[in-house]
């Protein structure tokens, strides 16, 4: 079962390495996909819309029993993936699938050559679309392998999983088998899981995280779950995107983990996000946008079959792009967070111990459509702003984000892009144009100039100035009418905070406890 070339050989047909332009053409005439008047790929990915953390497991063995932290990844046992991986095997005895090579890592120091096996043509576009290209055929032997298959689905009674649908990665065999659904950002997670196991036994730092490069090389990487603004914020015009999603930090700097962007759609405007919205084009792949039969034009504020609608489309489709993707150390790191209780501020500077508190705390609200089941925003606490993906303590990465911090000296803020004036339902998400102010503020050293104040319980210091942003907004009670409902409420978010801080609190300093809120 270790030879999972298998699945190659045993196929009923492979089509091999085709390029993009025959990936498309097989997606259209297979009828997986059409086209939008812009050239890219539009495809529906059924009622999986979004990632299904529950699907997702990885095999308990000898190998990973002590390495894994079960505390926040699932466990499956070996006949599970055993059966799971028999199904896969019968499917595609009787199926045609695609397959090509592609690689995860821009430090070729660091690389993973992955194998992917697909039943689908527009999935396979997707990921050549999405990791890094490479001339190496399918045929040549791999480091991990990646079989999808969404028509196989598991029987939660015999197979022991959740639900018909499954993302299992295998440590020992060198293998994922995603079956049950069709959204690809399963596919791209899952090998971002393998590298987030594998990098930090070597003192990489994997992130999830974008990164961009000023004009005199500086480096800002931007933390942040999906719907925070990662894709948003680093495509900006006056600064080379290194990456939107997935970086690795080592001793010798930055480098990303992929070779594509995958950005949300929903609200898309030229005007409000103009290198995204020209980068949808031929080769690009779109994932549940409503485009008009007819006329093929995309309407991007149309959710009705999800909000978390997404394109996918290489890196070099944004002119600014830097190729390949290696950066030097960052000068600014940026915590970003959707905060629905409206009472974090705008933009707010952390010391270190602060710094390694909230990237341990990793608070957000999840928005509609990122993960199947939600539709409000939801008040959630993920380590390193990215927890489902990572398969080792989450402290591990904590501990090498501190060390990178001091040595580089580093500046980290955290940047608020949720809701300002109260509570989601009553308050205003915060505009696109402060935030992008706010960055731009960072990077140019202004932010702040006529000084700072602390934010009261979290005592992080909130600047009274910004250029381009009202000086009212900075500081967020003042954009509540009733300001006794804010204090309850940020007396109520310091609460989630510190019930949350009880499931590191034991493995961390009294430093970093103590930067923490405090009531």
Not at 26 to 38: K, P, Q
Not at 60 to 78: A, F, I, L, R, Y
Not at 400 to 419: H, P, Q
Request: proline share 6%; net charge negative; glycine share 8%.
């Amino acid at each position: 079962m270790e030879n999972n070339d298998v699945f190659l050989t045993e196929a009923k047909e492979v089509s091999k390495d085709l390029s993009v332009r025959e990936l498309v053409e097989e997606a259209i005439r297979n009828g997986e996909a059409t086209f939008s008047d812009t050239g890219a790929l539009r495809t529906v990915t059924g009622k999986h819309t979004g990632r299904s953390p529950k699907d997702k497991f990885i095999v308990d063995t000898p190998m990973t029993h002590n390495e894994v932290s079960w505390s926040n990844n699932q466990p499956c046992s070996e006949d599970t993936f055993n059966k799971l991986y028999k199904k896969c095997l019968d499917y595609v005895k009787t199926h045609k699938v695609y397959a090509t090579q592609v690689i995860a890592g821009a430090d070729p120091k660091y690389q993973l050559k992955v194998k992917f096996i697909t039943q689908l043509a527009w999935q396979q576009l997707f990921i050549k679309q999405l990791l890094i290209k490479t001339q190496e055929s399918c045929d040549a032997p791999a480091d991990f392998t990646v079989v999808v298959v969404p028509d196989v689905k598991a029987d939660p009674k015999v197979d022991g999983t959740y639900s018909d649908a499954f993302v299992i990665l295998n440590f020992d065999k060198k293998i994922v088998l995603i079956g049950g659904g069709r959204y690809a950002g399963e596919l791209k997670k899952s090998i971002f899981s393998v590298m987030n196991f594998l990098l930090p036994e070597h003192g990489i730092l994997t992130m999830h995280c974008s990164c961009n490069e000023g004009a005199k090389g500086d480096v800002a990487l931007f933390f942040g779950l999906s719907g925070t603004g990662k894709t948003t914020l680093s495509a900006d015009p006056n600064r080379s995107l290194i990456g939107d999603d997935e970086h690795g930090w080592g001793a010798n700097g930055v480098f990303n983990i992929e070779g594509g962007c995958y950005a949300k759609c929903i609200d898309l405007t030229e005007e409000s996000e103009p290198e995204i919205y020209r980068a949808i084009k031929f080769g690009a792949v779109m994932e549940n946008v409503i485009v008009d039969p007819k006329t093929g034009k995309p309407d991007y504020s149309d959710g009705s079959l999800t909000q978390n609608t997404r394109v996918a489309y290489p890196l070099d489709y944004i002119p600014n792009a830097k190729l390949p993707s290696i950066a030097t150390h960052p000068k600014n790191i940026i915590f970003l967070t959707a905060d629905a209780f409206g009472v974090l501020p705008p933009v707010a500077k952390l010391t270190t111990a602060q710094a390694m508190y909230h990237y341990l705390s990793g608070y957000t609200s999840k928005v509609a459509g990122t993960e199947t089941g939600i539709v409000d925003p939801e008040t959630t606490f993920s380590i390193g702003f990215g927890e489902p993906f990572l398969p080792l303590s989450p402290l591990i990465y904590a501990k090498l984000l501190g060390e990178r911090i001091n040595e580089y000296k580093a500046n980290v803020y955290l940047v608020n892009t949720g809701w300002s004036g109260g509570v989601y339902g009553v308050g205003k998400r915060m505009k696109l144009a402060y935030t992008r102010a706010i960055i731009t503020a960072i990077f140019a050293g202004t932010l702040g100039q006529a000084g700072w104040e602390k934010l009261p319980i979290f005592d992080v210091e909130i600047p009274k100035s910004c250029p381009d942003v009202p000086a009212e907004i900075l500081n967020p009670k003042n954009t509540w009418q009733d300001k006794a409902a804010y204090d309850e409420y940020l007396h109520k978010l310091a609460l989630r905070f510190n019930e949350n801080t009880k499931r590191f609190a034991q493995d961390v300093t009294p430093e970093i406890l103590a930067a923490g809120p405090k009531i």
